[in-house]
């Protein structure tokens, strides 16, 4: 598969057409394989919860837009906040395992890929806030 501005301009017309506010585009070879790999086309004011992930660490590549990746410790205080953007400092950043984060996405038309160990798991309650 090639991942065109097309693609990516097609992926941003159905997030911007959800209620959502998003849209990602499944990279595995199978729902049987071993990893996530996805394009995510995210649009301002889409919700995104402070979250962790307690059994893999993420990477996150922002190939077009503009987002900002906040990170907080356990008592839910900000500890970090980096801009990932394709012409900034930061492009990309390896999320640890157990952070608790949340993405502000500050331009429209923003897809990353995002990349995590194992099959796709459902958000438990005690992983969100």
Not at 44 to 51: C, D, E, M, V
Request: charged letters at 25%.
């Amino acid at each position: 598969m090639l991942i065109t501005q097309k693609l990516l301009d097609n992926l941003t017309a159905q997030a911007k057409a959800s209620p959502r506010l998003r849209m990602n585009l499944d990279l595995r070879n199978s729902p049987e394989d071993k990893s996530q790999r996805m394009l995510n086309a995210l649009e301002p004011g889409t919700p995104l919860p402070i979250h962790r992930h307690t059994q893999s660490s993420e990477t996150v590549v922002c190939l077009r837009g503009h987002l900002r990746e906040v990170f907080y410790n356990a008592a839910g205080e900000v500890t970090e906040v980096i801009d990932l953007k394709p012409e900034g400092e930061c492009v990309a950043l390896n999320i640890p395992i157990g952070q608790w984060h949340t993405v502000e996405v500050l331009e429209s038309g923003t897809v990353i890929l995002e990349c995590k160990d194992g099959p796709y798991e459902p958000a438990r309650p005690e992983d969100l806030r």
